[in-house]
């Protein structure tokens, strides 16, 4: 989405409820004054948009992933590789543990669930070094 120029976190926020499933890919674009996001005919590496390897591009995966996670998302996570400049057996070296890396196990609670269990202030008075309330 990075070379459609669109805004895929919102489009994640727009759309959540319909992605079962994703592509993993990287891009970047670099704009230049004489050639749009493919370069006409360019080689891919001249271009001023381009798939790169997972993690060399400008796509924000952690946003990605915690907006994905945010929402319940469970499906697939695909790795998609095209790069102009690696060699495919690196880049899939690299990128699945790049995908286990930013995989986000959610929580089943939420981080502040013990202040709804109500206090005891003798016992915070004596963890405190305060003494008893008497």
């Given amino acids: 989405m990075v070379l459609q120029q669109l805004d895929y976190l919102g489009f994640i926020d727009r759309y959540h409820e319909r992605i079962g499933m994703f592509h993993v890919k990287d891009a970047e674009f670099t704009p230049s004054a004489r050639s749009g ?10 271009r001023p948009g381009r798939f790169r390897s997972l993690g060399d591009g400008q796509v924000d995966f952690k946003g990605i992933f915690s907006r994905l996670t945010q929402y ?29 890396q930013h995989l986000i196990q959610r929580a089943d609670k939420a981080f502040d669930d013990f202040a709804d269990t109500g206090s005891d202030p003798g016992r915070n008075r004596r963890l405190l070094g305060l003494g008893d309330p008497s």
């Fill in 37 to 46: 996001v493919y370069g006409g005919y360019q080689g891919w590496v001249d």
């Fill in 72 to 100: 319940g998302y469970d499906g697939w996570a695909v790795l998609e590789w095209e790069c102009c400049l690696k060699d495919a057996a690196q880049g899939a070296a690299e990128g699945a543990p790049f995908i286990a």
